[in-house]
C-alpha cells in the first residue's frame, strides 16, 4: 500500500498564492504520473494538473500560466504552486499517483485524503 499526505491548504484572499504538497510513502514500487485533481462543492472532480516521472507537465485551461506543478522524486513527493488564485479555485484538491512496473494496466492508483483551499473574493 502506498500512503499520501497532502498539506499546504488553507484560506487566501484573491491574488494570493498558496503552495501544495504531498508526500507518497509505503511499500512505494516505480512511482509514474503524479497529479493534482481538485473538486468544488457541486462539481465533478476535475484534473488539474499532471506530471510525468520524467518531469513533462499539463495543466488544465483554467490554470494555465498561474500554476505550477514540480516533484521531487528523492522525497517522493509532488508540489502545486498556485499562484494569482480566484475564487473559482475553491475547491477540495487531491493528489493522485500512478505506480507500478511493465504493463500499465497492471499499475496500482493512490488518492490523497484531500486539502482544502478557499480563496475569497
Known amino acids: 500500500q502506498v500512503q499520501l499526505v497532502e498539506s499546504g491548504g488553507g484560506l487566501v484572499q484573491a491574488g494570493g498564492s498558496l503552495r501544495l504538497s504531498c508526500a507518497a510513502s509505503?511499500?512505494?514500487?516505480?512511482?509514474?504520473?503524479m497529479n493534482w485533481y481538485r473538486q468544488a462543492p457541486g462539481k465533478q472532480r476535475e484534473l488539474v494538473a499532471v506530471?510525468?516521472?520524467?518531469?513533462?507537465?499539463n495543466y488544465a485551461d483554467p490554470v494555465k500560466g498561474r500554476f505550477t506543478i514540480s516533484r521531487d522524486n528523492a522525497k517522493n513527493t509532488v508540489y502545486l504552486q498556485m499562484n494569482s488564485l480566484k475564487p473559482e479555485d475553491t475547491a477540495v484538491y487531491y493528489c493522485?499517483?500512478?505506480?507500478?512496473?511493465?504493463?500499465?494496466?497492471?499499475?496500482?492508483?493512490?488518492w490523497g485524503q484531500g486539502t482544502q483551499v478557499t480563496v475569497s473574493s
Open positions: 493522485h499517483v500512478d505506480s507500478g512496473v511493465g504493463n500499465p494496466s497492471s499499475w496500482s492508483e493512490y
Open positions: 509505503g511499500n512505494i514500487v516505480s512511482i509514474r504520473a
Open positions: 506530471i510525468s516521472s520524467e518531469g513533462n507537465t
